[in-house]
């Protein structure tokens, strides 16, 4: 559970990094995770990047250790300019490339013309396949060609999510890395604190987990962790698809 706003607000970095026990073995297990996968899966692994803070921490680990792990991103169409600007900033701060997939525009204009542009909160059926136009077919396209995939998955981040390895074989029979499967959110601020990581700016304001701006709100004291997105649906719905299904390694 994460605490909510105090009156005087305070950044992320102040509210969350927190130097916890084990934390530098669990950054050791991390790198020797990420290494591993690099050399199994030569020029066909990619890190899939939401650009959130545990994303923001692989980044910054495939880069400062020159680790050969392609870097992509998906460009939903509807992301908080913040969540675009960082896009740049990671390039720019690591003098690497981002690849970026963006839905098919024909998919997106159909959809919106059919289901309108709340069409998200009218059904959960509905939702999905706005995901599934502006992030599953472009993570299908990202992921073509490719043996391996690097996620920012913590077990902490949910219950859906409780179960996750370091290790997984996704539904395609592709290996899913998840290093910071381990994490803690103190552990994750912590590494951005001590190694000034670029992060989202809506991290300040109380945004654990950020997706689309339609789907994405602040969370309130007492509220779990992902309780900011999709927050009109029940809590067994709450994926979009992109981390479901998953065949254990």
Known sequence: MLGGAPEARASAIELYARHTAGHEERLAATLQILREAAAAHPGTIIQATS???EDMVVSDLIARHQLPIAIGTLETGVLHAETVALIGQLEARY??????????QEAVIEFVRKNGERAMYESIALRKGCCGIR?????????AGRSAWVTG???????ARGEARAVEADDQGRAKINPLVDWSWNDVWHYIATHD??????HDQFMPSIGCAPCTRAIA???DF????WWWEDEKAKECGLHVSQAKA
Request: aromatic residues 4%.
């Open 51 to 53: 650009l959130g803070a």
């Open 95 to 104: 003098g690497l490339q981002v690849d970026v997939y963006r839905p098919v």
């Open 135 to 143: 992030k599953l077919e472009p993570l299908s396209r990202m992921l």
């Open 153 to 159: 998955l913590r077990r902490e981040q949910s219950n």
């Open 197 to 202: 990581v670029p992060f989202n700016p809506l």
């Open 221 to 223: 004291v007492g509220e």
């Open 226 to 229: 992902r309780a900011g997105r």
